[in-house]
């Protein structure tokens, strides 16, 4: 028999529902558990003990009390620590934000609190989200659970590696150009990247205004979908959120198909330095799709090949402006040193970004200044159209498109030394974001004794059809078994 701990999100729900468990016993299973893997894992930035048992005895007080609550009240769950939190430190992983405690919950905080989550504290990232492996944190580097000497990928690293080493069952990320799937294929977990729009930015710390966008991280489909259910719709604090209505994503996991289903595999995908032992895995995935009643077909995305080098245009230009509100003075990081105003924001911006976020934002800055937009910010702007409109001529002729969510499994601690290398690392989730589309990373496999994960694309607001492809996937194949073995020994 697992423990409270090692079970998944819809088994604590029903075991709650049941009777047969109470939310203060798994939270303080969880955070048993925390307290003995925290020192190898290193997920965790802040750990709010004391806050999850309180929360977790109201919902079983409720519960007692007969009230009709959500299906994930009474579950614990791990945030990513660039969502503003009431009362609780939020860091965005970087030292001007050591001592930043937020008087307000982000939307989908907000949501999560009055479904009767429980939070089990703040986890680990790059700096403002920007890197690739969670390495880039002013605070520590999050390891893999499935070999603590590789990375477990980024930015959302923590919230991956909060959820496979159990410590959580659920967790939020935040992905820009591939920050929870990339994670997600590392860790051997489910990630999804929402629609830009399906889920409310506000109090998200900004990266890149234009392409971050909230989402789960889970051990199976079925949990994502329920985590999604309750953070998607429109915020009237977000004027970017959708008014789109919002599916039943549950309903979708329930007894799918893929029959008359059409995957167009684009070619693109497998040849950018893609691994030929990630790309056989997510081939024996279009396979297996094709005997289950799909059609799979390969296609062709040309502007895939632009898409990483437009990226590192737009995102540092968006980062650039957002981050310039950290300077010393308003709130965050402020140096001591008395050097007047001018001074004061070098000092206080010198001393609290690290290297990677400095670099992008002067990249970002050049790219905005005058003589160089056209060149460079203007032109990213027109190639990000052209893959957006590619995308929209494949959704004409396939349903769904399947990928590689990263071209090789998870890498070793400081082995990256290129930053170029590093940032191929996203090269095949960063296009999604480019056109604001959704995407879902599955594992399909391992290699090297790691876990892999296949991506698949949807049109726009399509993520109920991304889980009904997914849970047809995950019930065909025995990776989630596995996982879930892999994850009970740890």
Not at 47 to 55: G, H, N, R, S, Y
Not at 176 to 182: A, M, P, V
Not at 317 to 325: D, G, I, Q, T, V
Not at 435 to 461: E, H, K, N, T, Y
């Amino acid at each position: 028999m697992p423990e409270l701990f090692q079970l998944t999100a819809h088994e604590i729900s029903a075991l709650i529902a049941a009777g047969k468990t109470s939310s203060r016993e798994v939270t303080q299973s969880a955070l048993a558990h925390i307290e003995s893997v925290e020192p190898s894992v290193r997920a965790f930035l802040t750990i709010t003990a004391e806050e999850a048992l309180a929360q977790a005895d109201v919902i079983d007080h409720r519960l007692a009390a007969g009230d009709q609550l959500s299906p994930l009240a009474g579950v614990p769950m791990a945030l990513k620590d660039n969502l503003c939190t009431a009362g609780v430190r939020t860091t965005a992983g970087s030292r001007i934000l050591n001592n930043f405690v937020p008087p307000y919950d982000a939307t989908v905080v907000r949501k999560l609190r009055d479904a009767g989550m429980v939070f089990l504290g703040k986890v680990n990232l790059d700096e403002f989200a920007m890197g690739s492996s969670t390495e880039n944190s002013a605070f520590q580097s999050t390891t893999n659970p499935w070999d603590s000497t590789c990375v477990p990928g980024g930015s959302s690293g923590g919230s991956a590696a909060a959820v496979a080493a159990c410590e959580a069952p659920l967790a939020l990320g935040s992905d820009t150009g591939g920050s929870i799937r990339q994670p997600a294929s590392y860790c051997g977990l489910v990630g999804l990247k929402p629609t830009y729009g399906r889920v409310s930015r506000f109090g998200l710390i900004a990266y890149a205004s234009s392409l971050d966008q909230i989402g789960p991280l889970s051990r199976t489909v079925e949990d994502s979908a329920m985590l999604l259910q309750l953070i998607a719709g429109p915020d009237e604090h977000d004027s970017t959120s959708a008014p789109a209505p919002v599916d039943d994503y549950m309903a979708a996991c329930s007894n799918p198909t893929v029959k008359g289903l059409r995957i167009g595999v684009p070619q693109e995908y497998y040849a950018q330095g893609v691994n030929a032992d990630v790309a056989a895995a997510v081939r024996a995935a279009a396979a297996l799709y094709e005997s289950l009643g799909a059609t799979v077909e390969e296609c062709s995305l040309p502007s895939t090949d632009y898409a990483l080098a437009a990226y590192y245009v737009v995102a540092p230009a968006e980062c650039s402006s957002n981050l310039a509100r950290f300077d010393g003075v308003r709130y965050g990081m402020r140096s001591a040193d008395k050097t007047g105003h001018i001074g004061l924001m070098e000092l206080s911006r010198g001393q609290g970004f690290g290297s990677e976020v400095k670099q992008r934002i002067m990249i970002g800055t050049y790219a905005l200044s005058a003589g160089y937009y056209d060149a460079y910010y203007r032109r990213a702007q027109q190639v990000r159209t052209l893959i957006r409109n590619e995308f929209t001529a494949a959704f004409q002729k396939f349903d769904l498109l399947l990928t590689p969510t990263a071209p090789a499994p998870a890498f070793k601690l400081g082995a990256m030394s290129d930053p170029m290398e590093m940032k191929l690392a996203d090269v095949c989730t960063i296009p999604v974001n480019m056109a604001g589309l959704p995407g879902i990373s599955v594992p399909c496999g391992f290699v090297d004794g790691l876990p892999v994960g296949m991506q698949l694309i949807g049109a726009p607001f399509q993520e109920a059809l991304l889980f009904r492809a997914s849970a047809v996937y995950q019930q065909a194949t025995n990776w989630a078994a596995m996982l879930s073995r892999a994850a009970t020994a740890a």
